[in-house]
C-alpha cells in the first residue's frame, strides 16, 4: 500500500534547520498520523510522501514556500501596550491568540519600546527551509468517518 490521498498514515520523523539543530522530533513518542491529501501537515512533506510505502525511509528538505511560508512583512505591527486589556506584564517572546489576516493565529511579542510593542503574526517557522528525516510506520485507508471530519481519529479524538 502507498500513500495516497485518503489514507491514514503514520510517520517518525526529526525536523531540523539548516544549521543542524533539532526543531522536533517524534523520538520517544508515538508516530504522527495524518490525513493525506487534507493538508494536515504543511504541503512540501506531503507532497515527498505521496507513493511512499511502509518501511521506506528518506530525508526531505522543504523550501520556506512550502513549509511555513515566506515571512510577510505585513504580519510585523507596532500597536499599543493598551490594546493588551487585562495583561498587567508584557515581556518579549511572550505569544496571544489572536484574529491574524487569514483568520485565528498566534501573535508574538518581539519588541517592547515603551507604550509600543512590536507584534509578529508570522508562524515562528515561517521563512525558514526545513529538513525531514521520515519514516513511514503505517498506511491504511481512511474511515468514511475520518475523511469527513478531515482528520484521522484515534485517542483523545472527540468525535
Not at 520523523?13 to 513518542?29: Q, R
Not at 508515538?30 to 530525508?59: Q, R, T
Request: glycine content about 12%; some cysteine; overall charge negative.
Amino acid at each position: 500500500m502507498q500513500v495516497a490521498d485518503n489514507m491514514a498514515v503514520s510517520i517518525h520523523y526529526t525536523l531540523t534547520n539548516d544549521d543542524g539543530e533539532v526543531i522536533d522530533s517524534s523520538e520517544g513518542n508515538g508516530p504522527l498520523m495524518y490525513l493525506h491529501g487534507a493538508g494536515n501537515i504543511i504541503s512540501g512533506l506531503e507532497n515527498a510522501l505521496l507513493g511512499k510505502a511502509v518501511g521506506d525511509k528518506f530525508n526531505v528538505r522543504i523550501d520556506a514556500e512550502h513549509a511555513y511560508g515566506e515571512l510577510m512583512d505585513d504580519r510585523v505591527q507596532v500597536i499599543a501596550r493598551d490594546m493588551f486589556e487585562g495583561v498587567d506584564e508584557i515581556e518579549v517572546g511572550m505569544q496571544f491568540h489572536a484574529d491574524v489576516s487569514d483568520g485565528p493565529g498566534v501573535i508574538a511579542v518581539v519588541n517592547i519600546d515603551g507604550d509600543d510593542i512590536t507584534i509578529d503574526g508570522n508562524h515562528p517557522l515561517a521563512g525558514i527551509p526545513l529538513s525531514f528525516a521520515v519514516e513511514i510506520v503505517d498506511i491504511r485507508p481512511a474511515s468514511h468517518e475520518e475523511m469527513a471530519h478531515g482528520h484521522i481519529h484515534g485517542a483523545g479524538c472527540d468525535h
